[in-house]
């Protein structure tokens, strides 16, 4: 039988991927069809960091392959790696690094200034800001399957 852990991580798992392929759309093709990225310089002079996009694409790409890998496993009917406390830690992480992607993206696309008459909002201002916030969201997805995975963990230890 399932427990209602397994069920709850396995539909914040679902929504995670979900939320991951549409930032990383956004991320993509923000742009009007081109790159957006994250931004990342903190003198808002419209230069974006490579560091930051660096660790953007990482965080973006490790984790959609590593929550795919989670479903894929539930997929086949087990549930044996929710007995290691590794998925707690990588949730957690994910936590940390969603938010602080998210937090980069929304404090650069804030302040972002367009090219033409001081414009405040653009279709980039605000493409940036949704994808800012989409990792936050993402970000406290994993707080929540973290929480999960930690009782399922402690329960069946």
Known sequence: MVSAETIGSIFIKVFKVVINIVVLIIYRTGYGGDFLGIGGTWNLNEEKSP??????SGVFVGFIIYTGVQLLTFGFGTTKHKYELSDTIMNVVGTFMW?????TALHYWHGYLAEHDFENITSERTAGLALGALCVINGALYL?????AFIHYTKYA
Do not use: H, K, Q
Not at 99 to 103: D, F, K, L, W
């Open 144 to 148: 929540a399957d973290s929480v999960l």
């Open 99 to 103: 938010v602080a992607v998210g937090g």
């Open 51 to 56: 560091d930051a996009e660096i660790v953007a």
